[in-house]
């Protein structure tokens, strides 16, 4: 990859430098290659490789990949960088848009965003989330009354996928007899969350029926509620702002499309990742059974933290800008990895060790931006309820397991399975 012409400059001198340590230093001795199998069952040792050798690295492809919580923070809070819609052409080798369709606000630069996501958040109130508090206990002792002294379960499927999938549901408004239905088609609209190039041509014409499934099915629903407004979710998007100032109908069906998908499928691998990360550390677990409510809280925190169900987000230059001392010019796009960021020691105590007590976790697992998650009260409150049941009901859970599948996923980090016991 050839360096923009520039004028030299002391910096361009260290940015050369850096440059050059780079390509000798190349993708290969850094030895980091997300498709490998072993990457996937653990990505950190090779996040610190590349933290340690190439922070701020230039794969062969031309991407940015961000390993610091400083450069990864920068990129996240900096106006210049964004999804590159309106100013700079989107070079799209990550996913190419869907005709007719509006796109999700997590794709939307400001003033866009902005509008959306206001407009959003009239509907999705922090008393909107708190007021589900005791449907989230019940939903969730109701569960555990099944698994407890169950023998082996699955702990993805019986708990993790169910808990939030239900709560979305419930919140939006759809109904349970479809949930089958719309679960089949969210697993589509995840999986081809990834780049394109990563994705086979049937997963590609997958995602794009599962979009156009969901979009009929979602505007017999918002139909419904306009006739018919109860007090769900949707309902309330419907109502959002006055005037010339709501949401239109494309708008409503991918904020829909997005507040169901991006509402459990992230928050199932917190339960599934969290859990894991507990079963591995028993002390953890134990020092948790002792003081579960004091615990709770930063518990989920430091889960979000050491294992992050969103791996990576990407962002383009919309301008010419400095990271980390290197020169990213506009139209390049730029990877935050937030896993690697979660562990960085200039940021985090022995950032390798769980610490389900850690204070000032100032993690990346929610963003750190004006894209900072919307759900993410909704995640914290569905966490602190299981993870405390869990806990407090089997405090002698042990695993059922000797190997573990995560989930084709480049972007979302999940397990396919999680066998355990959760013994009382
Ligand atoms: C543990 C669970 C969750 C995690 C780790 C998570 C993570 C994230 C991250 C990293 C982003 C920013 C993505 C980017 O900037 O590229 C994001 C945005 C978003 N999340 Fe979550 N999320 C979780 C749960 C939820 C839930 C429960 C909902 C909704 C019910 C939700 C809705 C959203 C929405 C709407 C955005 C877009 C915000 C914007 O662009 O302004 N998320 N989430």
């Given at each position: 990859?050839?360096?923009?012409?520039?004028?030299?400059?002391?910096?361009?001198d260290a940015?050369?430098?850096?440059?050059?340590?780079?390509?000798?230093?190349?993708?290969?001795?850094?030895?980091?290659?997300?498709?490998?199998?072993?990457y996937?069952?653990?990505?950190?040792?090779?996040?610190?490789?590349?933290?340690?050798?190439s922070?701020?690295?230039?794969?062969?492809?031309?991407?940015?990949l961000?390993?610091?919580?400083?450069?990864?923070?920068?990129?996240?809070?900096?106006p210049?960088f964004?999804?590159?819609?309106?100013?700079?052409?989107?070079?799209?080798?990550?996913?190419?848009?869907?005709?007719?369709?509006?796109?999700?606000?997590?794709?939307?630069?400001?003033?866009?965003?902005?509008?959306?996501?206001?407009?959003?958040?009239?509907?999705?109130?922090?008393?909107?989330?708190a007021?589900?508090e005791?449907?989230?206990?019940?939903?969730?002792?109701?569960?555990?009354?099944?698994?407890?002294?169950?023998?082996?379960?699955?702990?993805?499927?019986?708990?993790?996928?169910?808990?939030?999938?239900?709560?979305?549901?419930?919140?939006?408004?759809?109904?349970a007899?479809?949930?089958?239905?719309?679960r089949?088609?969210?697993?589509?609209?995840?999986?081809?969350?990834?780049?394109?190039?990563?994705l086979?041509?049937?997963?590609?014409?997958?995602?794009?029926?599962?979009?156009?499934?969901?979009?009929?099915?979602?505007?017999?629903l918002?139909?419904?509620?306009?006739?018919r407004?109860?007090?769900?979710?949707?309902s309330?998007?419907?109502?959002?702002?006055?005037?010339?100032?709501?949401?239109?109908?494309?708008?409503?069906?991918?904020?829909?499309?997005?507040?169901?998908v991006?509402?459990?499928e992230?928050?199932?691998?917190?339960?599934?990742?969290?859990l894991l990360?507990l079963?591995r550390?028993?002390?953890?677990?134990?020092?948790?059974?002792?003081?579960?409510?004091?615990l709770?809280?930063?518990?989920?925190?430091e889960?979000?933290?050491y294992?992050?169900?969103?791996?990576?987000?990407?962002?383009?230059?919309?301008a010419?800008a400095?990271?980390?001392?290197?020169?990213?010019?506009?139209g390049?796009q730029?990877?935050?990895?937030?896993?690697a960021?979660?562990?960085?020691?200039?940021?985090?105590?022995?950032?390798d060790?769980?610490?389900?007590?850690?204070?000032?976790?100032?993690?990346?697992?929610?963003?750190?931006?004006?894209?900072?998650?919307?759900?993410?009260?909704?995640?914290?409150?569905?966490?602190?309820?299981?993870f405390?049941a869990?806990v407090?009901?089997?405090?002698r859970?042990e695993?059922?397991?000797t190997?573990?599948?995560?989930?084709?996923n480049?972007?979302?980090?999940?397990?396919?399975?999680?066998?355990?016991?959760?013994?009382?």
């Amino acid at each position: 990859m050839t360096a923009p012409q520039q004028e030299t400059t002391e910096a361009d001198d260290a940015d050369d430098a850096a440059r050059s340590a780079d390509s000798a230093d190349s993708a290969d001795s850094i030895d980091f290659d997300p498709f490998d199998p072993a990457y996937r069952a653990d990505p950190y040792p090779y996040y610190r490789r590349l933290r340690d050798r190439s922070p701020v690295h230039r794969t062969p492809l031309g991407h940015w990949l961000l390993t610091r919580h400083e450069d990864c923070t920068a990129v996240l809070r900096h106006p210049g960088f964004g999804h590159g819609t309106g100013q700079v052409l989107d070079q799209n080798t990550f996913r190419r848009p869907v005709r007719g369709r509006a796109r999700p606000f997590i794709l939307l630069d400001p003033p866009e965003h902005t509008r959306l996501r206001s407009l959003v958040n009239k509907a999705f109130t922090p008393r909107r989330v708190a007021r589900l508090e005791p449907r989230v206990r019940e939903i969730v002792d109701g569960m555990l009354d099944d698994l407890i002294d169950a023998g082996e379960v699955d702990f993805i499927d019986a708990f993790a996928y169910r808990l939030p999938v239900s709560v979305i549901s419930e919140m939006l408004g759809v109904p349970a007899a479809d949930r089958d239905a719309v679960r089949e088609l969210s697993t589509l609209v995840a999986r081809g969350v990834d780049p394109d190039f990563q994705l086979s041509k049937e997963q590609l014409e997958n995602r794009d029926r599962a979009f156009a499934e969901f979009d009929e099915y979602f505007r017999g629903l918002l139909a419904e509620r306009r006739a018919r407004p109860s007090d769900d979710l949707i309902s309330a998007l419907v109502q959002a702002g006055d005037g010339a100032e709501r949401l239109t109908e494309p708008e409503l069906l991918t904020t829909c499309i997005l507040l169901y998908v991006a509402g459990h499928e992230t928050t199932m691998d917190l339960l599934g990742n969290g859990l894991l990360a507990l079963l591995r550390h028993p002390a953890e677990l134990r020092r948790f059974g002792a003081d579960v409510d004091g615990l709770a809280e930063s518990a989920v925190e430091e889960f979000l933290r050491y294992d992050p169900p969103t791996q990576l987000s990407r962002r383009t230059a919309l301008a010419d800008a400095e990271i980390g001392g290197r020169r990213i010019a506009a139209g390049e796009q730029v990877v935050i990895m937030r896993g690697a960021a979660n562990r960085d020691p200039a940021v985090f105590a022995d950032p390798d060790r769980l610490d389900i007590g850690r204070p000032d976790n100032r993690h990346l697992a929610f963003d750190g931006g004006i894209h900072y998650c919307l759900g993410a009260p909704l995640a914290r409150l569905e966490g602190r309820v299981a993870f405390g049941a869990v806990v407090r009901r089997a405090p002698r859970m042990e695993p059922a397991f000797t190997e573990l599948r995560y989930r084709d996923n480049l972007i979302i980090r999940g397990l396919a399975e999680l066998p355990v016991r959760l013994r009382s």
